[in-house]
């Protein structure tokens, strides 16, 4: 479902984000994307959704080389990947239910259409009875909620989420987790970066550790440190 | 495709919600470059009309001091006919031209004990098809032995076309650089706006969408600026142009202002088509150069 080959990233600064990076990640996999701050997990997100593109190597995702791809086709992968972020990205003026149907408005999809999957979202993670609520308005878990419901409105095969958990309480975290773990279960591909030691432990999925842009470890039913 | 228009005209109406001075402004901006420009336009044409009158009423006259046979005057006004661009010539002989003079002022003095002679030349009145082909017919006229004198009012005609030109040239010139300063105006106004939302712009193309659709509700908002402006704009030339032409031919009932309908219905549709691709274009550019600098 997405692979990487040889994958490097390196910035006009001179920062080098990630460096040979070779990865496979099959359909329906979960997988925890740990290791500290500037260790290049962000940007080995941004370059599956194609916000970044490698240095050298290749990026493929759901069959489709994301490396190569025309700007005109940049939406239309996107649409293939849910995101979901440490600071949620919601838009302040809009209620829940707009922010979530916001992603299938933009792929023109029909009224009806927009508003059955978007009450299916919401329920799925939970957010029915907070439809008509702006963000302001919502609590941190609420928010990352809207922010999932709004990742995965359009079915995607991928979901990313960056950091869900950065901005939450233990608890808060832990039901984020179980929810993309419910994700998972319905056929989604999941990848989720982390500092969140006690999920990862708790969990025992794959684990990918980057280390100063360089893949150090790859184990599957794996924790947050090497056993 | 009909949910996704609504949402565009939602997202534009929202838009100039968020940013209403500046909308404003971009309105105000249009409204006074339309006008301006609506008034030229009218000015220009109606001088135009003005000349085009004079000049078709036009007339050259020739003056014979010399005394004529009636013989040799009709030869001489079949000669003036026949010149290129004549169209019609009328002869009143010295004596004719006495008589009626004499009829008209005879009540109020005794002219034949002031004047002895005749003192009046025979006239020819010529009337030209053309006002360009005035000097030409006036040269060939004089250069009959006979003639004269030839008098017409070319000079007169010529500094109002050359008014006119001026007014053509300066107009023309003036309503470009507004409307140049007018896009200028609209496109940083609406790219005010668009960098308010850079944010939804980056969750829109997060979330999949292309940059056309990030495109639309920004066109749309600078068509609305676009309208409003240009409708008012013909409002306030329609109404402030009728009072005006109504003073003027109260007063001086013959001059030939413009208040043909349909001429004065295309000059406001241009005012609103103009406002209209105005606010459109500005649009345009604003969100095109913000989406250039956004991410892929």
Known sequence: ?227 | MLSSLEFFIVEAFRSIRRSALMSFVAIATIIVSLTIFGLFLLLVLNMGNIVGSISSRMDLVAYVYKDLSLDDAGVIQIKISNLPGVEKVEFTSKTEAWNNFKDEFNSKLNLNEVVYDNPLPHTYMVRVRNADMLPQVAKEISSIDVVDEVRYNGKLIQQIKSLISAVRVGGTALVIMLSFATLLIVVNTIRLTVIARETDIYIMKLVGATDNFVKWPFIIEGIIIGVVGGVTSLLILKLSYEAVVNRILQALPFLPLITDYGLLMAIYATMFFGGTALGMIGGYISVSRVLKNEMQ
């Not at chain 1, 990076?21 to 194609?50: C, D, P, Q």
């Not at chain 1, 960056?162 to 990848?191: F, H």
């Not at chain 1, 970066?193 to 684990?207: A, F, G, L, P, Q």
Request: aromatic residues 6%.
């Open chain 1, 1 to 227: 479902m997405i692979e990487l080959i040889n994958v490097t990233k390196s910035f006009t600064n001179g920062i080098h984000a990630l460096s040979g990076i070779n990865l496979h990640i099959g359909k329906e996999e979960f997988v925890f994307l740990v290791g500290s701050s500037g260790a290049g997990k962000t940007t080995l997100m941004k370059l599956l959704y194609r916000d970044e593109i490698p240095t050298s190597g290749k990026v493929i995702v759901d069959r489709i080389n994301v490396t190569e791809l025309d700007a005109s086709q940049i939406p239309y992968l996107r649409r293939n990947i849910g995101i979901v972020f440490q600071d949620f990205k919601l838009l302040p003026k809009r209620t829940v239910y707009e922010n979530v149907a916001f992603a299938l408005r933009v792929t023109g999809a029909l009224r009806s259409t927009i508003r059955r999957k978007t009450m299916q979202a919401l329920e799925l993670v939970g957010l029915l009875r907070r439809v008509n609520s702006f963000p302001d308005e919502l609590s941190g878990g609420e928010k990352q909620r809207a922010c999932i419901a709004r990742a995965i409105v359009n079915n995607p095969p991928i979901l990313l989420a960056d950091e869900p958990t950065g901005n939450l309480d233990p608890a808060t975290s832990w039901d984020i987790l179980q929810l993309l773990d419910k994700i998972n279960k319905r056929n989604t591909t999941v990848v989720v970066s982390t500092h969140n030691k006690n999920i990862v432990d708790e969990m025992k999925k794959r684990v990918i550790e980057l280390e100063g842009g360089r893949l150090v470890r790859d184990q599957q039913l794996g924790t947050y440190n090497v056993k």
